[in-house]
């Protein structure tokens, strides 16, 4: 790494590229017609190109992925007040039939509008987390940092 790997960004735009490599050399390459590789050769600062990555739109291959998929494609901002807005006419129309019933403890509640479902976040590795500066953990070793703690002191 010629010049890109010591710069601001180069941890944080580290774990975006580990986590979703293949969608940002795609996004990066059809939305700006910037290859990701100018990193390596210090052509592309990291600053810069975590400034591209966090620049993409919703519908970008990187945002879905971080997302969690496919799934959420189409869901921006309007889609979710949409799904709320179905959520809060449900709602009234459910109070309005309770309220007109002669049980309302038997009319049953509306089921919310289907929303797609984050994934649930992985643990970043322990080099990235060391380099942040945390505490972290591992299986081998002993002393600080370790699950096999240090003998005590002899008195």
């Known amino acids: 790494m010629d010049g890109g790997g010591s710069g601001p960004g180069s941890i944080k735009l580290h774990e975006l590229i580990e986590k979703h490599g293949g969608e940002i ?5 059809a939305r ?4 990701i590789h100018g990193i390596f ?11 591209l990555v ?9 945002v879905l992925a971080m997302r969690g998929g496919p799934d959420f494609y189409g869901w921006d901002r309007h889609a979710y007040l949409i799904a709320d807005l179905i ?12 309220a007109n019933s002669k049980n309302p403890k038997k009319v049953p509640e509306p089921d919310p509008y289907p929303r797609p ?3 649930a976040a992985r643990e970043p590795d322990i080099l990235l ?4 500066g945390e505490n972290v953990k591992t299986n081998t070793g002993v002393g600080p940092g370790s699950l096999i703690p240090l003998p005590p002191p002899k008195r």
Do not use: M
């Not at 050399?25 to 390459?29: F, T, W």
């Not at 700006?32 to 290859?35: A, T, W």
């Not at 050769?41 to 400034?51: F, R, V």
């Open 25 to 29: 050399y795609a996004d990066l390459l």
């Open 32 to 35: 700006y017609g910037v290859d």
């Open 41 to 51: 050769d210090g052509s592309l600062p990291p600053k810069h190109a975590l400034a």
């Open 54 to 62: 966090e620049a993409l739109p919703l519908d970008s291959a990187t």
């Open 87 to 98: 959520d809060a006419v449900l709602h009234l129309h459910h109070v309005t039939v309770a």
């Open 117 to 119: 479902k984050q994934k």
């Open 129 to 132: 987390r060391k380099l942040r």
